[in-house]
C-alpha cells in the first residue's frame, strides 16, 4: 500500500501554500524510504510552483534539498540501511544505461533524467518533492550525508551546494588560482566557502558593499561593488575563473573584461533573456564563456564528503511551518535577495 505523508502543497499559479497528506508510492526492490528532516528552499522552486518556468503539474509539491534519515528499505538494497543519514537532490531517476548515465552524468540521460518534482517519472506518476515529512526514492539517487554535518545545513548542498562545486571542480579551482564569484545569496555564499576550502584566493562581486564582511567571513578576501566604475576597471585581468551565480540580465562582456587571458566565466544562473557577447572579449583572450549544470549523483557524493571533510555547511535559518504563511513569506523573501543565506524547512512542523 502507498504511504500517506503529510506536506505542503501549492494547488495553483500563485496560490498560497496548504498543509495537507499526499501518497507516496509503496516500496519496489531498491526504494528507500526516507523520514524528511529539513528542506531547503531553492528559487527554482519558486519559479516551478508560480509557473515561471512554463506550465506546473498542480496540485505541487516542491523542493529539492532533501535532508533525513533511512526509514525502511527494499528488498535488494545494500548501499544504506534504516537509520543512515541521506539526503536528495535534484534527480530521483534516469535510465541508467545511456553514455551519459555511464559517465556519472544522469543530468544528461537520453531517455530524460526525472526530475524530483513537477516531473513524470517513467512510471507515468508525477513526481512530488521535498516540502513533505517523507519521501520514496530509488537507492541509485540517495546520497550519504557524513557525520560532522548539520542535516539543516546539509539540505541545501544537494542543490546549491552540488551547482557551484561542479563548475569549480571543472575549471581547476584551487591553489594559485584566483577566483571571483557574482551574487552572495544562496548559490553564490557556496562558491565561496568551496573555493576558499579548494584553496583559491577568493573575491566577491555584486551590486554594492553591502555583503562586503559577510564575503569576508566566508572566506573572501576582498569585495567588488559593480556601482564602483573605478574598482571593475581596476579589477581588470585578475581572474582565472569567475562563477556567475544571479538569474539577473548582466553584460557579460563587463566580466569577460576581468578575466585573464585563458580565462572562463561560468553561469550557473538562469537569466531570463539571451546572453550577447562582442566576439573579441572571447577572442582577445582565449577565454571561455560557458554554463554548468548541476552534477551527476556521484560527483554530489563527492561535494558532501568534501565538505564534511572541511567543515562546511550551507549558511540557514530554520523555518517552522506550522502555519503555511511563514512558507509564503519565506519565498517572497528569497525573492527580493532577503535570505541570508539559505531558508530550510522544519518538516517536522507541518501540521495538516
Known amino acids: 500500500m502507498p504511504h500517506t505523508t503529510s506536506a505542503l502543497q501549492v494547488p495553483s499559479a500563485g496560490a498560497p501554500f496548504v498543509a495537507t497528506t499526499i501518497e507516496r508510492r509503496d516500496l519496489r526492490d531498491d526504494d528507500v524510504l526516507i523520514d524528511i528532516a529539513y528542506a531547503g528552499i531553492c528559487h527554482s522552486d519558486i ?40 539526503g536528495v537532490g535534484c534527480l ?31 512510471d507515468g506518476e508525477w513526481t512530488g518533492g521535498g516540502y513533505s515529512q517523507q519521501v520514496v526514492v530509488s537507492e541509485r539517487f540517495t546520497l550519504r550525508i557524513p557525520e560532522g554535518i548539520g542535516l539543516d545545513e546539509a539540505a541545501p548542498l544537494l542543490c546549491a551546494g552540488i551547482t557551484t562545486y561542479s563548475p569549480l571542480k571543472r575549471w581547476g579551482a584551487g591553489p ?19 573555493a576558499h576550502a579548494m584553496g583559491a ?31 571593475m576597471k581596476d579589477a581588470r585581468r585578475t581572474f582565472d575563473l569567475i562563477v556567475n551565480t544571479v538569474s539577473a540580465d548582466l553584460d557579460m562582456n563587463d566580466y569577460l573584461r576581468l578575466l585573464r587571458p585563458n580565462g572562463v ?3 550557473v544562473g538562469l537569466p531570463p533573456s539571451e546572453l550577447s557577447v562582442a566576439p573579441f572579449n572571447l577572442i582577445g583572450g582565449n577565454k571561455v564563456l560557458t554554463g554548468s549544470n548541476i552534477g551527476g549523483i556521484e560527483q554530489t557524493q563527492e561535494m558532501l564528503d568534501f565538505c564534511a571533510e572541511h567543515g562546511i555547511g550551507a549558511t540557514v535559518e530554520v523555518l517552522d511551518a506550522t502555519e503555511t504563511t511563514a512558507v509564503d513569506d519565506a519565498w517572497n523573501r528569497v525573492v527580493k535577495g532577503d535570505v541570508r543565506y539559505r531558508v530550510v524547512i522544519d518538516t517536522s512542523t507541518i501540521t495538516p
Request: charged letters at 25%; aromatic letters at 4%; a negative charge.
Open 201 to 231: 584566493e577568493v573575491t566577491t562581486i555584486s551590486r554594492s558593499m553591502d555583503k562586503a564582511e559577510d564575503a569576508e567571513a566566508l572566506g573572501a578576501v576582498r569585495h567588488i561593488a559593480t556601482s564602483d566604475a573605478a574598482a
Open 265 to 267: 566565466l561560468c553561469n
Open 47 to 86: 519559479h516551478t510552483a508560480r509557473d515561471e518556468w512554463g506550465p506546473a503539474h498542480y496540485p505541487i509539491v516542491v523542493g529539492h534539498e532533501i535532508a533525513g534519515t533511512v526509514a525502511a528499505v527494499g528488498s535488494t538494497v545494500t548501499r544504506v540501511k534504516v537509520g543512515d543519514r541521506v
Open 176 to 194: 594559485g588560482r584566483r577566483v571571483a564569484v557574482v551574487g552572495v545569496g544562496g548559490l553564490g555564499h557556496m562558491a565561496v566557502k568551496l
Open 92 to 122: 530521483v531517476d534516469s535510465c541508467g544505461e545511456c553514455e551519459s548515465c555511464k559517465d556519472g552524468q544522469e543530468m544528461f540521460c537520453t531517455k530524460g533524467a526525472v526530475g524530483t518534482y513537477n516531473a513524470k517519472g517513467y
